[in-house]
Every structure is written in structure tokens, then in C-alpha cells.
């Protein structure tokens, strides 16, 4: 079967809330609600999240400025024109990646039906959902069927406006990390995180650049091992930002080279 983008909308359910007052929000996400103006800055204009979502969506200030830096920190020869953001959510990164206006596509992949359905209509109200191709599936099945496409280009397997040139192409990866237990150690083990550790995201973008965005407390050391030599003088060197907001750090970002 044919990986086929989604068309038009889909459905919001009783799952994709907006709230409006505290009293509404389930008792674990009243630190997140209370920082809503943060998480998207229009969330008064019916923002909508599901409530798995909210403890996964990127800070609108944090989430605009990965995406002014992703597009400044690409290898440009030859040019990278596509972004594929494969963990979309409801939409925080993606948002960010189409309103910056630097990309001739931002294509944004999710498993959760109701939580795309959030992300599609979060875009519209940032004027943004026909700049963004949407997947509805999960990523690595996704990626793997781009690859085997740009492999095989007679076969039938990706739309035409899914298909891509892994060298002008990258991929964003902000994945669950499990939850929030990475708040309880001193140095994250990325090989925990759930339900894709380091090494299954690793493997599976490889073929394009990718960009992590990881917990702010991850094991530097599991970074560099994915990249050979990246410990030595003539070793590819990884870039990784701390990306901060008022005073306190949000996430740690991996800038990883395409490798065979």
C-alpha cells in the first residue's frame, strides 16, 4: 500500500481538549496549564492538546528559536529544502519549522490519531496547516518506507509528495522520552527511553541529518558513540545546545550528521 499523506482534516474527539480554567485540568497537568501562554502563545484562540500531549509540546520561544538555529546549522551543499518533524505531537515543533519559512516543505508524522488531529487544527489557527504535509503513522515505518522508495524509485510505496532526497532532507526527532522520570537522575541513560531509546532513533534517521531533542539532563557520552571518531581530532564533531528558557534549561539539542 501507498504511504499517502493525510487529506484534509481529521476529526477532533472528546480527547482534544481546550481548557479554559484550572478547575477543568486533570490535577498532573495544572504546572502545564498554568504555563499555557508559554506552550503556544495563542492557546486563548482554541488551542487544543490532548492530555498525553501537554507534557511533550516544546515552549512556543524554545520551539522558534530550534527552528531559526536547525535552519542556520544544516550543512547546505546541497541545500537542504525538507523537514520532516516524525514525533509532530500537537504540533509545537512543527508550527515553529512552517513559520520560519525556510523550508519548501515541513512534513509532520504522528501515530496518535487524536493528537495529529490537534496538531492540524493548532496550525490552522497559526495560519500555517496548508504549509505542512501530514502523516498519520507511526515514524519509523514512515522513514523506513521513504528510504526504501529513494532506493527503489519505480516502486509504488510513498506518494509523490512524500518522496525526498535524503541529502537535502532533515529529519527533527522529539521523541516521548518515556515520561517524566528523566527528571529523577543526575545523567539521563538515553538507552531507556520509551518506547524508542537513542540507538533505535540513531539508526533509523542515519541516512539524513537529524536533530535530537532530548532530555536536558542526557549522557553526552551515548551522543558521541553514535558518531565514529567523533572523540578524536579528525572525528566528526557533534554540536549539542542547551536550550533554555527563563533562566532554567528545557531540553538538550543533538545536531547529527548523516552517516552511512
Not at 47 to 59: H, K, L
Not at 106 to 129: F, M, P, S
Amino acid at each position: 500500500m501507498t504511504l499517502m499523506p493525510v487529506e484534509g482534516l481529521l476529526p477532533l474527539t472528546e480527547g482534544c481538549q481546550h481548557y479554559e480554567d484550572v478547575s477543568e485540568v486533570p490535577g498532573d497537568l495544572k504546572k502545564y496549564f498554568h504555563q499555557r501562554y508559554n506552550i503556544f502563545n495563542f492557546y486563548d484562540y482554541d488551542i487544543r492538546m490532548t492530555d498525553d500531549a501537554w507534557f511533550g509540546v516544546t515552549p512556543e520561544p524554545v520551539a522558534t528559536k530550534i527552528a531559526k538555529d536547525v535552519a542556520s546549522h544544516v550543512h547546505s551543499n546541497p541545500r537542504k529544502d525538507t523537514i520532516i518533524d516524525i514525533f509532530a505531537g500537537a504540533g509545537g515543533n512543527t508550527i515553529a519549522f512552517a513559520l520560519s519559512e525556510k523550508w519548501e516543505r515541513v512534513i509532520a508524522v504522528e501515530k496518535d490519531a487524536a493528537t495529529l488531529a490537534c496538531a492540524q487544527h493548532n496550525a490552522a489557527v497559526y495560519g500555517v496547516l496548508d504549509s505542512i504535509i501530514w502523516v498519520h503513522g507511526d515514524c519509523l515505518e514512515v522513514l523506513a518506507r521513504l528510504t526504501q522508495q529513494h532506493q527503489h524509485p519505480d516502486a509504488d510505496l510513498v506518494d509523490p509528495s512524500l518522496q525526498i532526497e535524503p541529502a537535502e532532507t532533515v529529519i527533527f526527532a522529539s521523541p516521548p522520552w518515556g515520561g517524566v522520570s528523566y527528571r529523577d537522575q543526575d545523567v539521563f541513560d538515553l538507552s531507556t527511553m520509551q518506547p524508542y531509546n537513542l540507538e533505535t532513533l540513531h539508526a533509523a534517521c542515519r541516512p539524513m541529518e537529524h536533530v535530537l531533542f532530548l532530555p536536558r539532563t542526557s549522557d553526552l557520552n551515548q551522543i558521541a558513540a553514535l558518531v565514529p571518531g567523533s572523540d578524536g581530532e579528525d572525528g566528526e564533531k557533534i554540536e549539542v545546545v542547551q536550550y533554555c528558557m527563563e533562566g532554567a534549561s528545557k531540553a538538550l539539542v543533538a545536531y547529527m550528521p548523516a552517516s552511512e
